[in-house]
């Protein structure tokens, strides 16, 4: 989730397909560490009973490095030149870095909102009851309170 928390403090993605597709950009980086930690454990090379090949993992792992490099790309996070297709002449095109908006997402409210999630996990109201809450709920709505600065004029999200 470094990823996501570090693209979400420079850029704006407000669409639910930029979401989503960011999500599936940090997961699959959660997979090339896991196997990197893997291939660090067994060695780059593993034996079998035909001799010593490749670990099987090391395809994995650049494939899921590509597939997160394409999709920054595809979000317009990173610089790449794109070839013109069709007509000679075409200008290039390039992918610039989209400045992000006045709204600055603070490291606190990134913390605020990951608790939040945690404890959106944690909830064990009854789907029956309106009013009463869980002890997850009610500091769920405190943490909304103070990311919302309910209680300051002086917020500074």
């Known amino acids: 989730m470094v990823l996501n928390r570090?693209?979400?403090?420079e850029y704006v993605i407000d669409d639910a397909a930029g979401l989503e597709t960011?999500?599936?950009?940090?997961?699959?980086l959660d997979r090339v560490h896991e196997c990197?930690?893997?291939?660090?454990?067994?060695?780059l090379m593993i034996r079998t009973k035909h001799g010593p090949k490749d670990?099987?993992?090391?395809?994995?792992?650049?494939?899921?490095?590509?597939?997160?490099s394409r999709t920054l790309v595809r979000l317009g996070l990173g610089a790449e030149t794109i070839k013109p297709i069709g007509m000679a002449g075409f200008p290039m095109m390039t992918v610039r870095k989209r400045p992000p908006s006045r709204l600055k997402i603070t490291d606190r409210a990134l913390d605020?909102?990951?608790d939040m999630e945690a404890l959106e996990k944690c909830c064990r109201?009854?789907?029956?009851?309106?009013?009463?809450?869980?002890?997850a709920c009610e500091k769920w709505w405190d943490q909304h309170s103070v990311l919302r600065c309910d209680d300051s004029t002086?917020?500074?999200?």
């Open 36 to 43: 990197r930690e893997q291939i660090d454990r067994d060695g």
């Open 112 to 114: 605020l909102f990951d």
């Open 125 to 135: 109201c009854s789907p029956d009851s309106i009013s009463d809450q869980c002890d």
């Open 22 to 28: 960011l999500a599936l950009a940090c997961e699959q």
């Open 6 to 9: 570090n693209i979400m403090r």
């Open 55 to 68: 670990h099987p993992l090391l395809k994995a792992e650049l494939a899921a490095r590509a597939f997160v």
């Open 154 to 157: 002086d917020c500074k999200w």
